[in-house]
């Protein structure tokens, strides 16, 4: 059977805004990919899924301001037990200089802002994972 | 890479990763995996198996959460397949059983696996028993197995499972449709969940109506249980009912029984593709095929008798193993 690329979703911390993760959720799996949503979690609880899910990619929304905090943390806790091959990828609303940190020095493999085309993302997924 | 020895070994002392990828590895027909279930399944069949299924949004992830809790807290360790659909165009899938799962990782030990049912439309997907029992084999002693939202007759959970709950709603209709669904069949217990809203007295007293009617003497009777889950009332009734239901398939072996009769079915259904793939490719490589497909093209015999021809000569061969058979993969 095909392979397909599972991605374990979550809104990033206590984060309230569900519009952007329900739509990149949808396109993600209209393009064929395996989304395990979870919710709101914390990065502990969502390395944790990421590793029962056995997930290639963990998507992470945040639109409420915990992107610096919480988003590096994903990555720590997953080198931690030695999981670096899942990519971690983030979308929403935060300042360009903050995306660019968290891409540049914080091991996030890519960040997405508002107004990126549904395509921008899957292809952005799709090439990463094949890369890995 | 590690190697797939190395995986299971793993595994089997408990590694959640490792334990997670041959699930994975099953999952996807990689070209391992039935290695990796002859290597596993020796270890399996020690866990209880639970299976939890009803009407899509009839509660059944949020009652599995509060179930997960107080397995735990009883020191078991307990792993869960949830079954969400996939999607027929894409092929894709959003699963969201995890969504109601809030259990603190650092008090409780478990293992959870969302599963995308793929095209098979009895409720479960194509291995979520084979993942059931990577899970068993690595050392889960309760493992609850939650279906796709189901409608009247998707009723594979009864095949995997030792006991199944059903799960009802106020809004799961009157009293013919109940009936109608052969859910009643396979019911061990039955849950009215959603009892917070109106209209619950009512379906559990049509079920129980129902229920009456049937002579249960010489079986197991399902109890009716109300519960809301969401407000995690109840939910220790059915846990109780959960322990009863063993309890009584543990006396005088009818859990034996139980799964010899599903694992009959089972064999004879993998048997029967076995036997498909492996004879008809040794078939249609040999050189009676060939033969007999010119023969039928040149009008000199029919494709029936030509066919019975074929598999005459094919069950009358010496039966030397074959590469493949003797590889035992
Ligand atoms: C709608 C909205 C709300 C709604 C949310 C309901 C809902 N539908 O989700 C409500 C009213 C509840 C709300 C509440 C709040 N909001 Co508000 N909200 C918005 C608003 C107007 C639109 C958000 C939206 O739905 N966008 C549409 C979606 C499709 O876009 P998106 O989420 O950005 O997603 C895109 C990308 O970011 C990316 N993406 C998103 N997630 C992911 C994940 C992955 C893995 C990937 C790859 C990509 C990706 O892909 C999408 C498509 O391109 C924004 C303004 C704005 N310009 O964004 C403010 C905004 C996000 N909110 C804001 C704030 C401050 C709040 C509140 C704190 C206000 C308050 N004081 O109470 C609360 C939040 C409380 C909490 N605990 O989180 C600020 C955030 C500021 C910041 N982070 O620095 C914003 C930017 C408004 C502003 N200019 O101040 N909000
Ligand atoms: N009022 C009420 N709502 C409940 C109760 N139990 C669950 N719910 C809600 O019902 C909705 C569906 O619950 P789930 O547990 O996801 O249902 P499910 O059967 O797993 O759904 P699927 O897996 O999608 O078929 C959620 O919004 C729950 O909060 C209950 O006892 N009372
Ligand atoms: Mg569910």
Redesign the pocket.
Known sequence: MERKIRVV?AKLG????????Y??SQFLKDSGMEVIYLGNKFPEQIVEAAVEEDADVI???S???SHLTLGPKVVRLLKERGLDHIKV??????APKDARSLEEEHGIAKV?????P?QV?IDGIRSTVALA | MKKIDDIIASALTGDKACTSRLISLVERDDEQAPYIMRQLYPFSGKAYYIGITGAPGAGKSTTVDKLVKMFCKNGKNVGVIAVDPSSPFSGGALLGDRVRVNIKKTEYNYFFRSMSSGNIMGGLSRTTKEAARILDACGKDIIIIETVGVGQSELDVAKATDTVVVILTPESGDGVQIMKAGLIEVADIFVVNKCDRPGAENIAHALKGMLDRIDYRLSWKPPIIKTSASLNKGVDTLYEGLGEHRRYLNCDKKIKQRRQRQIREELKRNIETEFIKTILSDIYNGNDFGKALDNVCEHRIDPQNAARQIVTAWLSKDMQPSEKWAKGV
């Open positions: 979703m206590l984060d309230i805004h569900w519009r952007g993760v739509l990149v998507g992470l929304s639109l409420g301001g990828f983030m979308g929403g609303v935060m997405y802002l508002p107004d990126t549904m993302i």
